[in-house]
């Protein structure tokens, strides 16, 4: 499991963030479900590790027949296969706002700007995330302040991406908030702000990091041209993804960079599966024509998976 809740405080945090809270003493975590609160256990969140940090429940300890949270991960399964029903779906806690919730340093903001209009929030859902940006909320009213579980769905549910989902105010099925980079700009389609997503290269020199920026050349580009060494083909005009650093906090940086080595480290374990390749998905912007080729990632949004992506199928 990917999130979990901190006993000590309540805190729902991601598995992820698991590498920095290690420095300073791990806690004890319980599934996120208020009906079910089986203990789980922190995995894999050693610098050391090369597994994706994560959370399991004990000696294989099953979750409580009530738990949600367990529900939902069991019908993403059933998701790939077939498309979920309206029962199925109504239960289902999938994302169907995004809303990021920025903390202000010395300002507890977090319940103040979470809890409007209309959203409810049941059982107590809201929790600081400890990585210190921003809150993760997960909950019955299906607001999340993370893409992650955003780009979950939408892998998972490829029968059903014709849900809605709430950006800024603009609701959208998930099929048309994302957007595949792969064709030129010119056929490409491009247009305003949408969760992009397009294939990392598996070597690190394809992503660059200055004091100011972080940015990540996608293998997707204008055109492929012989011409490299031995003949080999070479890029023309790659797509680059680009980070501002001063908008977010060191830790989120380095939780990013983090992302992409365990995606791409998947993809080169498993180099012989030719389906599944290292993926980014970002919220952003699409190019200027001052950068014609360069993608904005807005609020640090981003995710890396090692995944195949199926076609929506209606
Ligand atoms: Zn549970």
């Known amino acids: 499991m990917k999130q979990a809740r901190d006993k000590s405080n309540g805190e729902i945090i991601d598995a992820e963030s698991l590498k920095h809270i290690y420095e300073d003493g791990l806690s004890e975590y319980e599934c996120i479900d208020e009906a079910c609160r089986i203990k789980l256990l922190p995995c894999s969140y050693k610098p050391i590790n090369k597994v994706r940090p994560y959370f399991k429940s004990l000696d294989g300890k099953n979750h409580k027949d009530l738990c949600k949270f367990s529900e939902y991960l069991k019908l993403l399964e059933k998701a790939k296969n077939r498309a979920l029903t309206e029962s199925e779906m109504e239960d289902m806690p999938f994302p169907t706002k995004f809303k990021k919730v920025k903390q202000k ?80 700009l010119s056929t490409g389609n491009y247009k305003g702000k949408r969760i992009f997503f397009g294939r990392l290269h598996t070597s690190n020199r394809k992503i660059i990091e200055t004091e100011e920026t972080l940015e990540i050349a996608l293998y997707e580009c204008e055109a492929w041209e012989k011409g490299g060494k031995n003949k080999s083909a070479v890029q023309i005009n790659p797509f680059i993804v680009n980070i501002d650093k001063s908008l977010i906090s060191k830790n989120k940086v380095t939780r990013i960079k983090n992302e992409i080595q ?40 981003l995710v890396a998976r090692y995944t195949q992506i199926l076609p929506t199928i209606q």
């Open 105 to 184: 340093s010395g300002e507890d903001t977090i319940f103040k700007s979470s809890i409007v209009g209309e959203e409810k929030v049941g059982q107590g859902g809201i929790r600081k995330k400890t990585s210190g940006d921003f809150v993760e909320i997960f909950n019955k009213s299906k607001v999340v302040a993370s893409i992650s579980p955003i780009v979950d769905f939408y892998i998972k549910c490829p029968f059903n991406r014709n849900v809605e989902l709430e950006i800024e105010k603009t609701f959208k099925m998930y099929m048309y908030w994302f957007k595949r980079i792969e064709k030129p």
């Open 262 to 301: 365990y995606a791409v480290g998947d993809k080169i374990n498993a180099f012989k599966d030719k389906k599944k390749h290292a993926y980014l998905f970002f919220w952003g912007e699409v190019p200027t024509k001052d950068e014609p080729y360069k993608f904005k990632v807005l609020e640090g949004a």
